[in-house]
């Protein structure tokens, strides 16, 4: 079985300042692990994602998050928010080929304050 | 090409009345699956395919139904509307093979009264 929980439901920072959204999973087999980001009334877009190669995974818009085996932790981080990163951030797992499909995180709401 | 498209984008159903939400995507992916998001509770699966003639139920199938008769298509029906079906429904579509990530669409936001 899999899972997934982000530890933090809302996240604030100020505008220029670092972002850290936390995420840890769960799984029996090697996972491909992604973050998608859902602005507001929008559908979810595709972050990020991690399929066993770099450890360490750039992403669009300036995140990256980096795939830690023995913590079973998969953060999401950014050097400098902007106010246009505001939106509801998904931590996801996904057997490697599975038709399963996703596990979704709750969700975490980030917050940039001007 | 244009994705994922879902339609409608809202809806109102009264209680007990059935419908139809619909899917499409011209990226030739096999994989296709609806979603629902309720609030802090992320999205769960409700049915998925693998291929054309081909679906499974997912964590929440009570209540729907779906077919997939083209590599394109992938409605989900609701039989009879009840409140508990009051979410935002998303659909998405992949290539086989794990390594890539899935393409949502823009969502269906449905209430029944």
């Known amino acids: 079985a899999q899972s997934v929980t982000q530890l933090d439901s809302h996240v604030s920072v100020s505008e220029g300042t670092p972002v850290l959204l936390r995420c840890n999973y769960s799984s029996s087999y090697s996972p491909s692990l992604f973050w998608y980001v859902q602005h507001p009334n929008k559908g979810l877009q595709l972050l990020l994602k991690?399929?066993?190669?770099?450890?360490l995974v750039k992403g669009i818009n300036g995140f990256e998050a980096e795939f830690k085996k023995s913590e079973t932790s998969f953060h999401l981080t950014k050097p400098s928010a902007h106010m246009s990163d505001a939106a509801e951030y998904f931590c996801v797992v996904s057997l490697s080929g599975s038709a399963r499909q996703l596990t979704f995180g709750s969700g975490t709401q980030l917050t940039v304050l001007p | 090409n244009a994705g994922v498209t879902q339609t409608p984008k809202f809806q109102v159903l009264k209680t007990g009345q059935s419908m139809t939400l619909q899917c499409a995507q011209d990226m030739n992916h096999e994989y296709m699956s609806w979603y629902r998001q309720d609030p802090g509770m992320g999205l769960r699966l409700i049915h998925y395919s693998v291929g054309a003639g081909i679906t499974d139920q997912g964590e929440v199938p009570n209540g729907y139904n779906v077919s997939r008769s083209t590599t394109e298509d992938f409605p989900l029906r609701l039989l009879s509307a009840a409140p508990s079906q009051t979410s935002v429904y998303f659909c998405?579509?992949?290539?086989?093979?794990?390594?890539?990530?899935?393409?949502f669409g823009s969502g269906t936001r449905l209430t029944v009264v």
């Open positions: 998405a579509s992949r290539v086989p093979g794990g390594i890539g990530g899935y393409t």
């Open positions: 991690y399929t066993s190669a770099a450890t």
